[in-house]
T-cell receptor, first 114, second 112 residues
Framework: DAGVTQSPTHLIKTRGQHVTLRCSPISGHKSVSWYQQVLGQGPQFIFQYYEKEERGRGNFPDRFSARQFPNYSSELNVNALLLGDSALYLC?????????????FGPGTRLTVT | GENVEQHPSTLSVQEGDSAVIKCTYSDSASNYFPWYKQELGKRPQLIIDIRSNVGEKKDQRIAVTLNKTAKHFSLHITETQPEDSAVYFCAASKGNDYKLSFGAGTTVTVRA
């Protein structure tokens, strides 16, 4: 949904550096999930946060961390960047409720590690 | 964990013809199956979804079918138009576990 915003749009970093990506969910949504999309592949789940607590973590190394703030926005942090971290990082926003599962994606942050 | 397989990887159809994309999933506990359309350089856009208590759902030219026994679901696009050209992803999740597991995507090209 157009209401999910992410910043920055593009980012170029050097191996070994650290990066912080930001996401603001749709107004009223309390959950944010982060996905990594490598070129030519489907998105891979990294984290989900709901009401500021981590609810799920994908198969990613401890170099990846995230948090959610009281206003439900979220940050994804990646330390010690590797070339393989180059990807589109997507944030998805959801309510969610027991019967509402839809996730709406932001435009993504394109990270290039050189 | 959940494994979602998607076929075909590429699909070329003549404008006006139908397109069908098929996905299978491995975890019988999965009960939510969304489809996303991603145009080049843009965000994945939710186009239709189906719950495990429904066998078929339709929205204008798009329909999705689900076979829980066989653990597969399909996207059907009828009367294709050039603007349907994009990458389509299927996904699966469990109801109270909102992690989406995605297929590898299908690149659909509609020839004018």
């Amino acid at each position: 949904d157009a209401g999910v915003t992410q910043s920055p749009t593009h980012l170029i970093k050097t191996r070994g550096q650290h990066v912080t990506l930001r996401c603001s969910p749709i107004s009223g949504h309390k959950s944010v999930s982060w996905y990594q999309q490598v070129l030519g592949q489907g998105p891979q789940f990294i984290f989900q946060y709901y009401e500021k607590e981590e609810r799920g973590r994908g198969n990613f190394p401890d170099r990846f961390s995230a948090r959610q703030f009281p206003n439900y926005s979220s940050e994804l942090n990646v330390n010690a960047l590797l070339l393989g971290d180059s990807a589109l990082y997507l944030c998805a926003s959801s309510l969610p409720t027991l019967t509402t599962y839809e996730q709406y994606f932001g435009p993504g942050t394109r990270l290039t590690v050189t | 964990g959940e494994n979602v397989e998607q076929h075909p990887s590429t699909l070329s159809v003549q404008e006006g013809d139908s397109a069908v994309i098929k996905c299978t999933y491995s975890d019988s506990a999965s009960n939510y199956f969304p489809w996303y359309k991603q145009e080049l350089g843009k965000r994945p856009q939710l186009i239709i979804d189906i719950r495990s208590n429904v066998g078929e759902k339709k929205d204008q030219r798009i329909a999705v079918t689900l076979n829980k026994t066989a653990k597969h679901f399909s996207l059907h696009i009828t009367e294709t138009q050039p603007e349907d050209s994009a990458v389509y992803f299927c996904a699966a999740s469990k109801g109270n576990d909102y992690k989406l597991s995605f297929g590898a995507g299908t690149t659909v090209t509609v020839r004018a």
